[in-house]
């Protein structure tokens, strides 16, 4: 059974700093790209970082400088280090799990939330 679990979500202060995890099973992690998304009310799933099997990373705009992505293959785990969190980044995070530029799993997603 396909499993994709993120945690470390949470309410944080604007500039504050928060560590998402994506702890998967069933899956050879180490095939995939992996990536986190997220999406605020009213607006549509956007990606904000995504890392492939050989390391190569890909963030957002809006991301780049404060957001770090990072994965640990050996506990099919990635993760995103968010820092200098503003109030638009609020939103429910997902963890996607990709074949090249097809999507083939997701996560349930965590809610992170910017606010003081």
């Known amino acids: 059974q396909v499993q994709l679990v993120e945690s470390g979500g949470g309410l944080v202060q604007p500039g504050g700093s928060l560590r998402l995890s994506c702890a998967t099973s069933?899956?050879?992690?180490?095939?995939?790209?992996m990536g986190w998304y997220r999406q605020a009310p009213g607006k549509q799933r956007e990606l904000v970082a995504q890392m492939t099997q050989g390391g190569s990373t890909n963030y957002a705009d809006s991301v780049k400088g404060r957001f770090t992505i990072s994965r640990d293959n050996a506990k099919n785990t990635v993760y995103l280090q968010m820092n200098s969190l503003k109030a638009e980044d609020t939103a429910v995070y997902y963890c996607?799990?990709?074949?090249?530029?097809?999507?083939?799993?997701w996560g349930q997603g965590t809610q992170v939330t910017v606010s003081s």
């Open positions: 996607n799990a990709a074949l090249g530029s097809i999507t083939v799993y």
């Open positions: 069933g899956i050879a992690f180490s095939s995939y790209t």
